[in-house]
């Protein structure tokens, strides 16, 4: 069974950085990607960004330009840089790897407050 551990969540100004960790074992195959959602207060969880076998990214329009998502295919790490955070970026954030099927971390939550 795939295990995502997520880290890097936290209170952080507007304008402010940070960068969110997901770290996957048990994977057993090299066919996978891995991606991060977010699901804000009353809000239905919608994905962010998503890193493809390949390195092929795709961003949500709300965050082009701000975050960035990479991985480290030795360590199935994946990565979320978070720049330039706005209130509205506020969510509990999961980490995604989908193998043919779905598996899904516990979440971290990011919040953006002056």
């Known amino acids: 069974q795939v295990q995502l551990v997520e880290s890097g969540g936290g209170l952080v100004q507007p304008g402010g950085s940070l960068r969110l960790s997901c770290a996957a074992s048990r994977v057993g195959t090299s066919n996978y990607s891995m991606g991060w959602y977010r699901q804000a207060p009353g809000k239905e969880r919608e994905l962010v960004a998503r890193?493809?076998?390949?390195?092929?990214?795709y961003y949500a329009d709300s965050v082009k330009g701000r975050f960035t998502i990479y991985k480290d295919n030795v360590k199935i790490t994946v990565y979320l840089q978070m720049n330039s955070l706005k209130p509205e970026d506020t969510a509990v954030y999961y980490c995604?790897?989908?193998?043919?099927?779905?598996?899904w971390g516990k979440g971290t939550l990011v919040t953006v407050s002056s």
């Open positions: 995604n790897l989908n193998s043919g099927m779905d598996y």
């Open positions: 890193i493809y076998r390949g390195g092929v990214t």
